[in-house]
């Protein structure tokens, strides 16, 4: 048997007294890999990315192994409720517009100690001192490098809109406008380089492209370095006691943690290992998080359909978007139809040792994001479920 179809044999057998649509968590292959990720990080703290999670019990456990501290958050109201659960250090990672939670947190001592916001406008300041509604907290802030890459004068770009931060001179001005505005306190800096954390160099079939996008990554990691140092110390030369860089995603860990300016590291989707890192040439996950859908019919030779399963991922539309049917092995989408609102064919000669009610095993592109279509995860370790705990979505939170 293949790993794969020992996997799929623990999973029915771990599942055999529930219906599916359900989702699992093997905890073993979890906790590996949330080794791998502190042995790529060499030393340096990880903050857990709670987008790519969506589950307190298994942030939780992220958390309590050593080598990860601090969450960084996706909403100023996630940000609110996870302070409230009891963690210490919640970074928000993107501006918000939240007026009623920015009344909550600069009124409550507790959560303005523990959340920092996330600014690269001096609007953004004048946003948050709006909505204090009376609230008299001190607001901690991190201000957010523009990793992106560019060329020709800045004729091209590579990698996401986010902050107009890019120059160490722009983030250094920024800083001396939050260190002069009373009621605020300048606490780090972030940059998230997601043309390289977030894009696979070996791009299946496609070797031409898999080598440029090795050669441009490689290029934009040497650019950043260089410049992401220089803007700590332009930031640092206005508030010395500034308390943390963070950096990366799964895709870069060892990358960025290499990087001496460069004080903790953030990762989340490589606890789970989604199909889209498997594009990667510098780590290898194990697949830890999974769906099953039922079969429901068979149309005929070499054909099945399961209910459901049509969960593509965010991000521009592309069948790279979509689940991968992962178990039994051998299953693929009919061109003609992809995974569907209410039912999906697949096709393939697994299809016909399948029979109605039993489970085909899938793969999300992304990683949290399947915590959107199901209330809770099944813990799997060996050929038993130990737990069942709620996603965001089953203890009634939808942030996004």
């Not at 990720?37 to 969506?54: T, Y």
């Not at 963070?246 to 606890?271: R, Y």
Request: hydrophobic share 45%; aromatic share 6%.
């Amino acid at each position: 048997m293949t790993a794969r179809s020992t996997d799929r044999a623990r999973y029915d057998r771990a599942t055999a007294h529930l219906d599916a649509p359900l989702a699992l968590v093997d905890l073993e292959a979890f906790d590996a890999n949330a080794a791998d990720l502190v042995r790529r990080a060499a030393g340096k703290p990880i903050r857990v990315a709670s987008k790519s999670v969506r589950c307190r019990a298994l942030l939780e456990r992220a958390l309590a192994q050593e080598g990860f501290a601090g969450v960084m958050s996706f909403t100023l109201a996630e940000s609110l409720w996870l302070a409230r659960s009891g963690v210490e250090d919640v970074l928000l990672a993107y501006p918000t517009a939240d007026r009623a939670g920015l009344a909550e947190l600069a009124a409550d001592p507790k959560l303005a100690a523990a959340v920092t916001l996330m600014v690269d406008d001096p609007a953004q300041l004048d946003f948050l001192d709006g909505a204090r509604a009376g609230g008299r907290e001190e607001i901690r802030i991190c201000l957010e490098l523009d990793t992106s890459y560019r060329l020709l004068g800045g004729r091209v770009r590579i990698g996401a809109r986010r902050s107009p931060l890019h120059s160490p001179a722009a983030l250094a001005e920024l800083a001396r406008a939050v260190d002069r505005r009373p009621g605020f306190r300048l606490a780090g800096v972030m940059g998230y380089e997601g043309h390289v954390a977030g894009v696979g160099d070996t791009v299946r079939g496609k070797p031409l492209r898999s080598r440029a996008v090795r050669a441009m990554q490689a290029a934009a990691r040497r650019e950043l370095a260089v410049r992401r140092a220089a803007a700590v110390r332009a930031v640092r030369a206005v508030v010395p006691e500034l308390e943390f860089v963070n950096g990366g995603g799964t895709g870069s860990v060892q990358h960025t943690a290499a990087e001496e300016a460069v004080t903790e590291v953030t990762a989340g989707s490589g606890l789970y290992v989604p199909r889209l890192f498997d594009d990667y040439s510098s780590f290898r996950g194990r697949p830890a998080a999974l769906f099953a859908q039922p079969v429901v019919r068979r149309p005929g030779p070499g054909v099945i359909t399961v209910l459901g399963g049509g969960y593509p991922a965010s991000g521009a539309a592309g069948t790279d978007r979509l689940p991968e049917p992962w178990l039994p092995e051998g299953l693929r989408y009919d061109p003609m139809e992809g995974a569907g609102e209410v039912q999906t064919p697949l096709l393939g000669t697994a299809a016909d040792d399948l029979l109605l009610g039993d489970k085909v095993w899938f793969r999300h592109a992304k990683a949290g994001e399947l915590c959107e279509r199901f209330e809770s995860l099944h813990l799997v370790e060996g050929e038993r479920i130990t737990a069942t705990v709620p996603t965001y979505r089953g203890e009634g939170r939808t942030f996004l």
